[in-house]
Each structure stands twice: as C-alpha cells, then as structure tokens.
C-alpha cells in the first residue's frame, strides 16, 4: 500500500513541476535569430534597386525653377548669347557719323568756295595775278578735296533715314531741315555763285527736306493706312520735285535717301546698292565704311543745334576768305 501511494505521489510531482529553463545561451540566440518575415525583408533591402527616373520639366516649368534657385546657382547657368550679336566692327556711334560727314563737307567746300570761286575763277576772270603753273596746281590740290568731300552726302543721306527712325517728333524733325534750308540759302548763294539770290541752285539742307518728306510719307501710309502705293506715288512726287526745285543733287539725291530707308534692315545689300547708285562719284562709295562700323547708338555728344548752325556759318567764313583773296 505504501508503495503504491509514493509511486502515486511522485506522478503528481512531475506533472506539476515547472519545465526546465534552457540556458541563457540558447535563450539569446532564439532570440536573435531573424524569423522569416525578417529576413525577407532584409533581402529586399540589400537586393539592387533600379534608380527611379527623374521627371521632366517642360520650358514654363524649368523658367519657375530658375527663379527658385539659389543666387549663387543662377550665376553659375551659362548665359545665353544673343542670337543677332553686334559685331565688333561697328565702333561709331551717329555722333562719330556726323563729324566725319560735317569734316569731309568742309573740306569739299574749302575746295569749291575758295580754290575753284577764288583762286581759279580769279586766275580766268585775271583779278589774280598768279601765274598757269601756280592756278594748274591749285586746281590739283582742288581735285583732292573735292575727293574727299564726296563722301560726306552719303553719310547725312544716311543720317537722315536714322533721324527718321528714332526721333519722337518728325514734323519737328522736318520743321528744323525746313528753317535751317531758308536760313542756309543766302550763304549757299554767296559762296558758291557769288550771288545774293540763285533760284538755279538750291542748298543740300532742301535735298535733304525732300527725302525726309517722302520716307514719312511712304511709313504713314503703310502703316496707318495700308496704302503702300499711294505713298511710293506721292515719295515719287518729291522725288521729281528735287528736280523742280534745282536742289543740290537734285531727284538723285531725294532717291538716294528712299532706297537707303526701303534697305534699312538689310545691312550689307543696303551698303551694296548705295555703293553701286553712287559709284559714278569715284570716292563716294567710300562713305558706306563708316555706315557699316555705325553701332546704332546716338552716342556722347549733344550737339543736335551745331551740325544744323555750323552749313550756313562756315559758307558765310569761306565766303569771307574768298573776297580777302580778290583784293
């Protein structure tokens, strides 16, 4: 009986004693050990991944980034380089045109007013008493200047066309040409034909009026009107009216002036067909270096009032220097 109440005994004890731990080592790496979820998603991380591609901008979208970046990016994008760049050669400015032109028409008229009115018309008419070889090498001397001073109409032709373009007024811009041409008339006269009043010849600033006047009629009434033959008729009006007038140059010199406006914005054929309307002057087309090194801006000097003044002040001088010789 006792046996069997110990064997009876000892079966309870077993069945209610807590299982054995396992040791600490073995609980730690249970433990450690990854489970699958784990380990899956470790193997996804270190798999190589595909780079994802960057989205593009369109143009509005890449101009609004720009904006956003930093001041020190936006200094380091390149620069755009304008397509129609200036090029180097044009160097002179409408100020550095005008004197060329006002240096070379002086020279032109030294040679008009003093040695061929002066010098040589003295030496023929005999109120100079000089001898042939001293007029014949005045009369070389006179040949040079007037050389040179074919140069000069292109360069204010040219001069005008410009005006034109950018001045804000031009009924004011012709009133000036217009009161400077009744201003200039007399010293015209008196220099060149030793006459108070010549109605056969008339002043360049009267050539000058006439292209003015035919260029803004050709521009008011194809743009406010879109009529462009009724004003290529009445440019042709003043054209022939340079002609009426004996102005000097004549209807070439109102022409002249036309094409040089119609050709504006065709750089090098502009410099072309002025060449070729003004090679029966040998030196002339010389005048389209400085028209083509000409960079479009006004430049320094202000000095709108003295290139008008100084054509009927330095004929009234050359007239003067003239009447000194016959006496």
């Known amino acids: ?30 433990e450690a050990a990854p489970g699958p979820k784990l380990m899956e998603k470790a193997a996804q991380e270190a798999a190589p991944q595909e780079a994802a591609p960057e989205p593009k901008l369109t143009s509005g979208e890449a101009a609004s980034e720009l904006k956003l970046m930093p001041e020190a990016t936006q200094e380091a994008a390149p620069e755009s380089v304008p397509e129609t760049a200036r090029p180097r050669y044009q160097v002179l400015s409408g100020s550095a045109l005008k004197m060329i032109a006002l240096i070379t028409m002086i020279i032109d008229h030294i040679g ?27 009369w070389n001397v006179d040949s040079v200047l007037r050389a040179i001073g074919r ?14 373009v950018h001045t804000r007024n031009p009924g004011k811009y012709a009133l000036r040409l217009g009161m400077f041409a009744l201003l200039s ?109 000409y960079n479009g801006e006004r430049g320094r000097l202000r000095l709108k009032y003295f290139f008008y003044a100084i054509y009927p002040v330095h004929l009234l001088i050359l007239y003067g220097i003239c009447m000194a010789l016959w006496r």
């Open 151 to 164: 140069i000069s109409f292109p360069i204010y032709c040219f001069l005008i066309t410009e005006g034109f």
């Open 112 to 138: 008009a007013a003093i040695l061929e009115m002066g010098v040589i018309e003295g030496y023929n008419t005999g109120v100079l008493n000089i001898s042939y070889e001293t007029a014949l090498y005045w």
């Open 1 to 30: 009986m006792d046996e069997v109440l110990n064997e009876m005994y000892r079966k309870e004890e077993t069945e209610t004693r807590p299982a054995k731990e396992a040791p600490a080592w073995e609980r730690f790496s249970a």
């Open 185 to 293: 008339e007399i010293p015209f006269d008196l220099a060149f034909f030793h006459s108070w009043c010549d109605f056969a010849h008339q002043n360049v600033f009267f050539t000058l009026l006439l292209g003015l006047l035919a260029i803004m009629a050709i521009d008011y009434y194809e743009k406010r009107m879109s009529s462009r033959w009724v004003g290529l008729t009445a440019a042709f009006c003043f054209v022939m009216l340079g002609d009426v007038l004996h102005t000097d140059y004549g209807a070439f010199g109102v022409f002249f002036i036309v094409v040089l406006y119609a050709f504006r914005n065709c750089g090098w054929i502009r410099t072309l067909i002025g060449c070729l309307l003004v090679a029966w002057e040998t030196t002339a087309p010389l005048a389209f270096v400085p028209i083509q090194m």
